[in-house]
Nanobody, 124 residues
Framework: QVQLVESGGGLVQAGGSLRLSCAASGSTSSSYAVAWFRQAPGKEREFVSTITWADGFTYYAPSVKGRFTITRDNAENPVDLQMRRLTPEDTAVYYC?????????????????WGQGIQVTVSS
């Protein structure tokens, strides 16, 4: 089992920045990677970014590439998502997920564990 807890969400004006953190505990050695997804009202859960535990490979959705940065220092530290130049279109509940193997990192169905989610609201 892996437990994930998100923190750092809130309200920010357009053009501003926020930093989200995903703290993982439990059997983290069984996880291949951690990712951030988001879900706006009435929409499907959407891939944002992912990072692999072992070698730190990162992938980003085109809509956030160049604005968001995903990082992790080691298995004991949270996986952070630094978000810059935020727009109202970034408003959503952001979820942290963990998956046990590679492949289809953009597909939420490949993730075994999820956090509770945290609200990010960007005002215009």
């Amino acid at each position: 089992q892996v437990q994930l807890v998100e923190s750092g969400g809130g309200l920010v004006q357009a053009g501003g920045s926020l930093r989200l953190s995903c703290a993982a505990s439990g059997s983290t050695s069984s996880s291949y990677a951690v990712a951030w997804f988001r879900q706006a009202p009435g929409k499907e859960r959407e891939f944002v970014s992912t990072i692999t535990w072992a070698d730190g490979f990162t992938y980003y959705a085109p809509s956030v590439k160049g604005r968001f940065t995903i990082t992790r220092d080691n298995a004991e530290n949270p996986v952070d998502l630094q978000m810059r130049r935020l727009t109202p279109e970034d408003t959503a509940v952001y979820y942290c997920g963990a998956r046990g193997r590679s492949g289809r990192y953009y597909d939420p169905r490949t993730y075994n564990y999820w956090g509770q989610g945290i609200q990010v609201t960007v005002s215009s």
